[in-house]
Structure formats: C-alpha cells, structure tokens
C-alpha cells in the first residue's frame, strides 16, 4: 500500500509541476527556475502522499506545500519581493488541489 501511495503522489506531483511551469515558460523565466518550481512539486506530492497528519486534506496540502516552498520564498523575496504574489497564489491552489486529490484517489483504491 505504502508503495502505491508514493506512486500516486509523485505522479499527482508531476502534474501540479506541470501546470505550475507552464504559465513560467511562457513568461520565458530561467530554467533553473522552472526546474526548481517543478521537482518542489514532485517532492510535495510525495510528502503529502506519505506524511501522516490527522488534519483536513486540503490543510494538509497547504501545509506541506508552504513549508517546501518557505526556503525558495525566503530567496526569492529578498531578491523581488513582488514575484511572491503569483507564487503564493499558485502554492495555495496547487498545494490544496494536490492534497485533495491524493486523499481522494487514496480513499477510492
């Protein structure tokens, strides 16, 4: 069981990195920035797979995803503190998605 829910968080990751890049590689940002931007998301959906918390799922994936991205924010704001807002957006709908998700298609299986 445990195996199949690392599979389906790295996978629901992959696709929340997906969705994040896009819009970056349209806005023609660095690739060190879209590659940052989409392994962070890989690793939150692992961690959301794995990490036991007896808390809403939703809350879960805000949390997880937060507290990845704290390290990179931190940079990144002391550089263009402005960037933050599409990046705060995008976590806060990414990280509540994925947890949602990976809750649900845990629960069916």
Do not use: R
Not at 70 to 88: D, N, R, Y
Not at 92 to 101: D, N, Q, V
């Amino acid at each position: 069981m445990k195996v199949k829910k690392i599979k389906i968080g790295i996978l629901l990751g992959i696709v929340a990195g997906i969705i994040d890049v896009i819009p970056m590689i349209l806005q023609n940002l660095t690739w060190d920035a879209n590659l940052s931007a989409f392994t962070m998301w890989i690793i939150v959906g692992f961690l959301i797979a794995t990490i036991d918390l007896n808390i809403n799922s939703i809350i879960k994936g805000l949390l997880i995803a937060f507290l990845v991205l704290l390290p990179s924010a931190i940079l990144i704001g002391w550089q263009e503190p402005i960037s933050l807002i599409p990046i705060i957006i995008m976590t806060t709908i990414l990280g509540g998605l994925l947890g949602f998700s990976i809750e649900k298609i845990m629960k069916k299986k």
